[in-house]
């Protein structure tokens, strides 16, 4: 059956370009530091996401979505890198507001987020 064979090579090729699509997506967040970090280039890995900052400018990138949420997201890179004037993830960006959280419970070791 030669529509058969066609029906399932227009399939798979759907599939691939499905595949790499997705493969292609990349997930991204920033923060700026409220003071430059110590080191001239600081790097760490959080969440699955590979963190570097250079001066006050942090980026973040992971290849999948994250399970934690944008406010834990934020304490645990403020908690490794220091506070946080700004951050974003995924295009959420923080207001005032919410970064005071994010600072205070990176401080205060996440205590202060329980009801996020």
Known sequence: MPSAKLLGA?????????????????????????APAAQAAAAATIAGAAWRCDGDACVGERSHATLDSPMRECRKVAAQFGALAAFTSD????????????????????????GK
């Open 10 to 34: 227009v399939a798979a090729g759907a599939l691939f370009v499905a595949a790499q699509a997705h493969a292609a997506t990349v997930y991204r967040s920033e923060a700026k530091l409220a």
């Open 91 to 114: 295009g959420q960006k923080f207001d005032a507001g919410d970064l005071k959280a994010c600072n205070t419970a990176a401080r205060d070791g996440g205590t202060s987020t329980a």
